[in-house]
């Protein structure tokens, strides 16, 4: 018996249990692969009546910033991916993202947080 689970209204089974590859039936095609690339493949076409092969979804990379700038101000991370933008410096404070100038973000720390020093 085939292992089968249900995907957005479609029936997706295990295929091949050695290479973990699954298949479904989208858009009148057979596809095949990992069963995280079934689902995006399931997905993409329910959002956007498009197949897009389970393959094409493995092939994502993304590169980290090259020259990553971490600067800690009482106790917090200050950070910048983008090197040639002095306004792209962000830090994360209880949850919420503020962007903005290194000098800018060290001001907001120092009238608005409470550090440990």
């Known amino acids: ?16 249990e050695n290479k ?11 596809i095949l692969g990992s069963l995280l ?4 493949s399931i997905d993409w076409w329910s959002d956007t009546n498009i197949l897009r092969l389970p393959e094409e979804f493995d092939k994502q990379d993304f590169v980290d910033a090259k ?22 410096w962000y830090m994360i404070i209880k949850g919420n993202l503020l962007k903005g100038s290194l000098p800018a ?10 550090t440990k020093t």
Do not use: P, T, W
Not at 37 to 40: D, I, L, S
């Open 1 to 16: 018996m085939k292992k089968r689970l249900y995907h957005r209204g479609y029936n997706v089974e295990l295929n091949d």
């Open 20 to 30: 973990e590859e699954y298949s479904a039936r989208v858009g009148g095609k057979r």
């Open 37 to 40: 690339g079934v689902k995006q």
């Open 67 to 88: 020259e990553k700038k971490i600067e800690e101000y009482k106790g917090i991370q200050i950070m910048n991916d983008s090197e040639d933008d002095d306004k792209a």
């Open 105 to 114: 973000l060290k001001q907001f720390v120092d009238k608005k947080v409470v």
